[in-house]
T-cell receptor
């Protein structure tokens, strides 16, 4: 099945900073999602982005499918952005379940 | 439009008891997926169901775990004779169709086995 690797594993920033999170995948994908798991454990859908660029407020994402990577940009970070950010792609082989990366643990300090 | 609903949100069971986790998909969605988040392993796919059918259970443990999605009512993930290693967060997701569609996740059920 597909392999999903995320970097960096941990990131500590001051409030107001910008950040870029990366997701590499081992095979072509037709479904790529970004999630934020908040400190209470809830998984929040951020982007469904198999290709191209999308923006939602201070967050944006870009997937370059031909080069098998996706980037999540967070601008003007706020403490509420803290948590773990996951990317996930299809498991492959005709399966519809998602394969998740191990996540980037982001801490925004006031 | 209500999102994916899961209940209970927290469940405590003693070793050997049964755990039943429920998931109601988003309105208009007929595809349900279950995932488990263990502290050491991250989020892992367990099973994919459509109404009255299990499509892919490649991620389900071979024993004690079962899932169903009846014609009426929520999807159920059932764990028999729970052990401490079953303690985890169990997430349900739904999508409107198979294939390249966004999956929307519920808030999860946190199972603690004592």
């Amino acid at each position: 099945g597909i392999q999903v690797e995320q970097s960096p594993p941990d990131l500590i920033l001051q409030e107001g900073a910008n950040s870029t999170l990366r997701c590499n995948f081992s095979d072509s994908v037709n479904n790529l999602q970004w999630f934020h798991q908040n400190p209470w454990g809830q998984l929040i859908n951020l982007f469904y982005i198999p290709s191209g660029t999308k923006q939602n407020g201070r967050l944006s994402a870009t997937t370059v499918a031909t080069e098998r990577y996706s980037l999540l940009y967070i601008s003007s970070s706020q403490t509420t952005d803290s948590g773990v950010y996951f990317c996930a792609g299809p498991s492959g082989g005709g399966a519809d379940g998602l394969t998740f990366g191990k996540g980037t643990h982001l801490i925004i300090q006031p | 439009n209500a999102g994916v609903m899961q209940n209970p949100r927290h469940l405590v069971r003693r070793r050997g008891q049964e755990a039943r986790l429920r998931c109601s998909p988003m309105k208009g969605h007929s595809h349900v997926y279950w995932y488990r988040q263990l502290p050491e392993e991250g989020l892992k796919f367990m099973v994919y169901l459509q109404k009255e059918n299990i499509i892919d259970e490649s991620g389900m443990p071979k024993e004690r775990f079962s899932a169903e999605f009846p014609k009426e009512g929520p999807s159920i993930l059932r764990i028999q004779q729970v052990v401490r290693g079953d303690s985890a967060a169990y997430f349900c997701a739904s999508s409107p169709a198979a294939g390249s569609y966004e999956q929307y996740f519920g808030p999860g059920t946190r199972l603690t086995v004592t």
